[in-house]
């Protein structure tokens, strides 16, 4: 905790875990989406997501996020407007989603090019959240830590040509937590590697050209 | 490096060294973050000019909340401050206003600070906005004052809380306005002694006050809670200054916070379960909203 932790962070309100966390899972699909234009989003909001979406904007804060604006960005009581103006279908639809954290949201996009993807998690107070899958595998890290994940098939060294070339290609590079789940053993797998500090530059493009790695993505500090 | 875990620490940290708690802070939260101080100066400088824009966004005598619940309240108080006065006189009128002004500016989706919560962000600016626009204090003496009023909300935040769904209503306009009473003591030219006790006065008139949000949302009666949470704070530091002093020690404060915290019912603590959000109007207000949905 740092004293900017306290005075702080400029957000758009009026709330940090119903707009502010909002704007921030939905800042990871938009990761996730690499810059690749986005066609349609369903955004299924969960428990106190579902109830009170409208009063705290949450609709508008997720759809922000998705569509790359910032917590602060003040384009965020716009933003299924500017939405519509780009083109962009979305729809909200509310579900139970079992044993998920009260503010919990799914969004699963759908881009120009045809890849799909979705991402779950949940806004955990404070306008922290936690990401608990991506792409229907199970996962989990904040978005406070600058964050990896890399595709690939489950098969043994994979990880370890990860690390190594995590090692040797970038000395200062340290990791912060790692995680591995997997469908299936020799199915697809998924490594969540949070990392300290700044992310080297062409490290994703690097770990990509590993052998039997499918993708590798950074989720910037969201 | 300061821990953060007591208000004494940090008075005697800057007693010790002769210089100002927030002096202190900027030294040592420079440092941590691997910054220069000017750099850390200039990020909490941005935080000001974002106060006074939420200021001026929040006094539009068209501002409304999403939920149309609340709006124009900033406007009202800065028309009746300024053409009559009020029981509070202009200056105290206007800080009034500010506060709604910050605290509808967030219920409308505008840009705010988080001080030390988004519920609770008219607080610093209602006090600290005024000093500057009313009492014409230099910018610079009242960004430093935001180190000072940041050191003691992360000395809340490690003691007790300021979560309103961990500690109720006192963890969140409580703390902050026990931040802004600490630093508009500093500001006056107020030892670092009694910036703790301006603290532990403001902190000791909210103990109890409970999180119970209309509707769930950070509106009712949020907005006006800022309000009493600038009155406790220059009343805090009006009465340390005049030389009253704290006869309980702002970190023993903290603790009896943080024990009323853990002892507050569930109902109480932002999930909308009881207080001000189970009463009929509450409730009324609540369906007014959201229509008729299951629990």
Known sequence: MNVFDIIGPVMIGPSSSHTAGAVRLGRVANKLMDNHPLKRVEITLSGSFAQTYKGHGTDRALLAGIMGYHSYSPEIRDALA??????????????????AHPNTARIHFILQDGEEGTVQGASIGGGNILVHQINGMNVEFTGENNTILVMHQDQPGVIAAVTQLMHFEYAELNIASFRLTREARGGNAIMTIEIDGHPPEGLTDAIRKISLVTNAILVRRV | MLKYESIQELVDEAESRGVRISELVLQDQAAAMEKTELEAYEKMELDFQVMIQAVQAGQAPDQRSMSGLTGGEGYKMKTYAAEKGGLCGSFLGGAISRALAVAGCNASMGKIVAAPTAGSCGILPGCLVSLYEEKHIPEKDIVMSMFTAGAFGMVIAKKASIAGAQGGCQAECGSASAMAAAALVELMGGTPAQCAD?????????LGLVCDPVAGLVEIPCIKRNVSGIMIAFSSADMVLAGIDSKIPADECLDAMRSVGDTMPEALRETAGGGLASTPTGIRMKKQVFGDQKE
């Open chain 2, 198 to 206: 301006a603290c532990a006065i403001a902190i000791a008139n909210q």
């Open chain 1, 82 to 99: 500017i939405a519509t103006e780009r083109g962009i279908d979305y729809v909200f639809l509310k579900e139970d989603i079992k044993g």
